[in-house]
């Protein structure tokens, strides 16, 4: 990828892609800046990446052609207020900021730019997350397929949603859901300890079985209902197992916090 890449906000998530795009070959790391208003953030990423590094978002901009808005979303309108007589119709602003919309983003600019909005996760880290984007009306013939490259070095998009209403949602599952399934792995872990097994094989256990369940379900494309059928055995110990889970609400229980999370995107987006 022949481009320039400003990165406005260095925290996990820009530092996931910053990772991604170097270590898969992507992007050089002289073509990538970052900036933060953290002096220690900085540090770290230019010692540990060593791309560029900057307080100011202005110089962080100027000439680049990707600017991947990072920030949180309380601190995302000063931030590209901050830039917003800087960028050009030749740039294209890539969002991952939690539940602001494109019109937000368009309005904090004052013109109708090139914005693509993206919900990756935390699994980025490890060069297996997921993302959704939403492309905004400004944008040209091909933006979104470079939006997708770059979103490639770190996570798959699985959907290009043609609502962006959509995208409170997809933060609702995607974006908060490696928190459920860390919260589910670690009761796993607890419960594998209370039956006697040693901690570390516990945890590795659980998170081996989760891993294998979620590439299955990726690879076979067979219906989730069907592939628990396949564990579960008329009158055998997984039934018996599945019968306490839904005595404890867990079905509804995750339908709540995927509701819960997804209102509080809509909010976060003003």
Do not use: W
Request: glycine residues 10%.
């Amino acid at each position: 990828m022949d481009k320039k890449i400003a990165f406005i906000g260095a925290g996990n998530m820009a530092e996931a892609m910053v990772k991604g795009l170097i270590t898969s070959g992507l992007v050089a790391a002289k073509d990538i800046t970052v900036s933060d208003v953290s002096a220690h953030r900085l540090l770290h990423m230019k010692m540990t990446y060593e791309v560029g590094a900057l307080t100011d978002n202005v110089k962080a901009v100027k000439g680049k052609d990707i600017i991947v808005v990072a920030v949180k979303p309380q601190v995302l309108d000063a931030a590209l207020k901050d830039i917003a007589s800087t960028v050009t119709a030749k740039q294209l602003v890539v969002s991952i900021a939690a539940g602001v919309t494109v019109a937000r983003i368009e309005a904090c600019l004052g013109r109708k730019p090139r914005v693509i909005r993206v919900m990756p996760n935390t699994p980025s880290l490890v060069q297996e997350g997921a993302a959704a984007m939403f492309v905004g009306a400004g944008c040209k013939v091909g933006d979104s397929e470079l939006a997708e490259t770059l979103l490639g070095a770190v996570c798959k998009v699985v959907s290009k949603v043609s609502d962006e209403r959509l995208m409170d949602a997809v933060t609702g599952l995607s974006g908060s859901g490696p928190a459920y399934v860390f919260l589910i792995l670690e009761a796993m872990s607890d419960a594998g300890v209370r039956v006697g097994l040693p901690r570390d094989i516990a945890a590795r256990l659980a998170a081996q079985t989760l891993l294998g369940s979620a590439k299955m379900a990726l690879e076979t494309g067979e219906p989730l209902c069907k592939l628990k059928d396949m564990v579960t055995s008329p009158g055998g110990t997984t039934i018996a197992g599945l019968q306490k889970l839904e005595d404890g609400a867990v079905r509804a229980a995750i339908y709540a916090a995927v509701e819960a999370a997804t209102n509080r995107s809509k909010e976060l987006g003003g």
